[in-house]
Every structure is written in structure tokens, then in C-alpha cells.
């Protein structure tokens, strides 16, 4: 610090209690926003242009300069983080994979000074860390796995080297659900910066086990105590949308057997479990869903029979055949009244058909959710997505389960808002760069007004 009639600061001394980059002063120099007196190669800066630069005394001001400033701060460094994790392939069937991405994110958290854990326990993994002291916090989630890149020879770029094209960066697991992660990482740094911990209190969630509908490593940290009352969770979307719910999955694996004999038998017909299937599948796809209440569900249900086995030998008559059934249901349909229209189906076929023998085995599911449209969660990220894009968001639930389903089982009312990107589950998947900060931005007045705090709280 420089000492005269009027204390002066170096940039360097500002940067230390700003907590920005001395470059991003510089950049704030030159566009006229900071003033500042050159002595030699060096700026000095006045106490009183800097309170007049942050807008000190005016609560709102000094939010947007800080806010401001920590993002021009952080940018490349967001872009260069998401493209190392693009790098660490994380594909749920590798087994390992998301135990070194969740490593590598903790190294990052303590760096940061943010306390962090990874939780293991067989394959199933999950890492987390905790800003804040509040009994009561909030929590922001994304998933670590993600699907195999399929066949290299259609994507456009490789999957996993994080190309960057015309703004947006191609690779696998960019928009499901690396972008979330980083934005996410970021905003509890920016708290870790400026908000004292006695405020708040901000949960960081990266979980596997969500491509597989297991949520196994969210149920890792669930069963260690998860003191939150809300949740996000940042999967990439169109920003256009805000998701207040989703529909339930149901798996079931049904098993038909039939009798074995040779096809060319002149005396015994046998029985065969593939065409028994088929006309099961049909009965099965018949099925009515009733129509959903309110339009947030207008999609309604969906039953797909996606996976079929039967069969030993061309010149065997089939005695067994399993198809795999994956149903989606809205709020109204409930697992229990899922399985007993299965079973009236059953015994209706049985009635007609004396050898129809079938096994049920149902496998995982979740039921489906919403949150209240007018919840606190739901009211306040609504109002920080209008204030950053200027433009009311829509209220509506997601076709795909997810792990805010799990989490509203668990009294925690989850809301979907992440990055914008396209291609999920496909090739070429990809993120627009320039939405990774205004998402952060977008989390950190939801998580400022969740709290109910203010500037004096820096």
C-alpha cells in the first residue's frame, strides 16, 4: 500500500482483498470502470475510488460488481476446467472411471480450501463437499457418470478431447453432466470467497450411478445425512425451461416357459415361450394410461418392451423367452397399481390359455414426482433466471427419471436447471460455452436469496 494525504493501493493489494485476478483489474482500468493513477508502471488506486468502483453503501451495486468480477475472474479457468474433465472419461460400465473424475474434483475442492470427501463403497461412488453452517442447507447435484461414446467413427470430433467449434465445446458427458458439475464447483467457490459461513449452508453433490437409474452414489451420501431442504440438480437443457418434476420408471424382466421339442417332430407340437411372448406384448401394449392431471404431465405415460431373449437352436421349439419391460408413469400411477394391471393382464391371458406359464421379476424403479409450482425453490431460481436472461421461464416436468426423484422420496424438493446443451445420450454431444457462467450466476442469487442475505454478509 502506498501512503500520502489519502491512502493509495498497488493492484496487488486490491486483488488480495477483492479476490480477483490483478488481470481482470487491469481489463476494469482500461474500460473506464476503475480509476486509477499511474506512477511509473504502476496503478495506485484510492480507498475512496474503489468503494466508488464497488458501489459500497449500495447493497445492490456491490452485489453486481462482485458477482461481476468473479465471473470475468473465473471464465477461462471454468472452460479449461470442464475440458480436463472431459478428458477423464467417467462411462458408468468402465469400472473405476468416476472414482478418478470424483478424485480429481476433490484435489480441486482442496485446493480451494473447501472441505470435501469422496464416499466408495464397491463400485458405487459419490463426492461431496460442504460450505456453510447453517442447520438447514442447500443442494446442488450432478451426476459423474455418463454413456459410452458408441461408435468413434460418428462423432465429428473425439469424445473425449473437449473441442471447441464456434462456442461450443463437443465431447461426452459436456452437457450430461460435466458443464453442471463445473458450473456448480464454481458457485460454492464464489461463496467460499465472499460469504461468511455462518449464513448459509451449501451441499455439493457429484454422484455415480445415475446412467443405470440406480442412484447409488447419492444413496452413499443419503444414508450419511444430507441436512438440505431444496435441491438442483444441473442437467443441461434449453434454458428456456425449469423442470418442477419427472416422471417414475419401472423395470420388470417377465420370463415365459414353453416345452422343448424338435421342430421336425411328427406326434408333439410342444410349446413355444416366443410365441407366447408375442401375444403378452401385445396384450401389454394395449395398456391404457389414465390421462394426466394438469398439464405439466400432458406427455403422459409410456410402456417399452426393449430387450427380447428366446430361443436354444434353430430346430428347437423355444421353451423360454424373457423380454425386458421399461414403463414411465406420471404422478397418478403409483408401482402398486402398475402391478396389479400387470397382473389382471396375466390372468386374463391365463383364462384363455391353460399353458401359459410366466415369471415376474421386477428390477429397480422410482416413482414419479413435482414439486409444488409455487414452492420457494422453485419461485426463487424462476426469479434469478428472469433477472440474468431477461425472460420468464416455463414450468415443466421431465419424460427421463432422474435422481430428483430419489431425492423427493427423501423430503427434499428438487428442481432441474443446468447449462445449455444438446446431443445427451448421442453423438456430438456439446455445450454452449457462454451459458456456464450465467448458470453460475443464476445459482448464486437463488442460493443468496434462498438464505435471505445481503452484501453486509461478505
Known amino acids: 500500500m502506498a501512503t500520502g494525504m489519502e491512502n493509495k493501493y498497488t493492484l496487488d493489494d486490491i486483488s488480495k482483498r477483492l479476490k480477483v485476478s490483478t488481470r481482470t483489474l487491469l481489463r476494469e482500468i482500461k474500460r473506464g470502470k476503475l480509476k486509477s493513477q499511474r506512477v511509473g508502471r504502476r496503478h495506485l488506486v484510492s480507498e475512496v475510488e474503489i468503494e466508488s468502483y464497488l458501489g459500497k453503501g449500495r447493497d445492490e451495486d456491490y452485489l453486481e460488481k ?5 465471473l470475468k475472474d473465473v471464465k477461462v479457468e471454468m472452460i479449461s476446467t470442464l475440458q480436463k474433465m472431459v478428458s477423464r472419461p467417467s462411462v458408468a460400465s468402465e469400472v473405476g472411471q468416476e472414482a478418478k473424475l470424483a478424485n480429481l474434483i476433490k484435489h480441486k475442492f482442496d485446493k480451494w480450501g473447501i472441505r470435501s470427501n469422496v464416499y466408495e463403497e464397491g463400485s458405487e461412488v459419490a463426492v461431496r463437499a460442504s460450505y456453510g453452517l447453517a442447520d438447514d442447507g442447500i443442494l446442488l447435484d450432478s451426476p459423474l457418470d455418463t454413456l459410452p461414446p458408441g461408435d468413434l467413427v460418428k462423432w465429428t470430433y473425439p469424445p473425449f478431447d473437449g473441442v471447441i467449434r464456434k462456442g461450443k465445446m463437443y465431447g461426452r458427458g459436456t452437457a450430461d453432466c460435466k458443464a453442471g458439475i463445473v458450473a456448480m464447483m464454481y458457485t460454492i467457490l464464489f461463496f467460499r470467497k465472499f460469504f461468511d459461513e455462518e449464513k448459509l449452508r451449501i451441499e455439493v453433490v457429484f454422484d455415480g ?12 451420501v443419503l444414508k450419511r445425512g444430507l441436512p438440505v431442504t431444496a435441491g438442483i440438480v444441473g442437467y443441461a437443457g434449453d434454458m428456456k425451461d425449469i423442470l418442477v418434476g419427472a416422471r417414475g420408471y419401472h423395470r420388470y424382466c417377465f420370463t415365459i416357459h414353453g416345452e422343448a421339442v424338435h421342430t421336425g417332430s411328427r406326434y408333439k407340437p410342444g410349446i413355444n415361450a416366443i410365441s407366447k411372448m408375442t401375444k403378452f406384448i401385445n396384450e401389454v401394449e394395449s395398456y391404457e394410461f389414465p390421462k394426466p392431471l394438469g398439464s405439466l404431465f400432458s406427455f403422459g405415460g409410456r410402456l417399452t418392451f426393449s430387450k427380447i431373449e428366446g430361443g436354444r437352436a434353430i430346430n428347437m421349439v423355444p421353451d423360454s423367452c424373457s423380454a425386458w419391460l421399461d414403463v414411465r408413469t406420471t404422478p397418478e400411477i403409483s408401482k402398486d397399481r402398475l402391478d396389479e394391471d400387470l397382473a389382471k393382464i396375466i390372468d386374463k391371458i391365463k383364462v384363455r390359455d391353460k399353458n401359459f406359464k410366466i415369471d415376474v421379476q421386477y428390477m429397480v424403479g422410482q416413482q414419479a414426482y413435482m414439486v409444488n409450482p409455487k414452492g420457494k425453490i422453485v419461485e426463487l431460481i424462476g426469479q434469478s433466471c428472469q433477472v440474468v436472461l431477461n425472460r420468464k421461464m416455463y414450468l415443466t ?3 427421463p ?3 430428483g426423484n430419489l431425492l423427493n422420496e427423501s423430503n427434499i424438493p428438487t428442481v432441474v436447471f443446468g447449462p445449455m446443451g444438446e446431443n445427451v445420450h448421442s453423438y456430438d454431444e456439446y455445450i454452449e ?3 456456464i457462467p450465467k448458470v453460475v450466476e443464476i445459482y448464486i442469487r437463488t442460493i443468496i436469496k434462498y ?4 452484501s453486509n454478509s461478505f
Open 451 to 454: 438464505f435471505d442475505i445481503d
Open 66 to 70: 462482485t458477482i461481476s468480477m468473479f
Open 397 to 399: 416436468a421431465s419424460g
Open 209 to 220: 450411478g445415475e446412467q443405470d437409474g440406480s442412484f447409488a452414489g447419492m444413496k452413499l
Open 401 to 403: 427419471a432422474h435422481v
Open 433 to 435: 460455452i457462454s451459458s
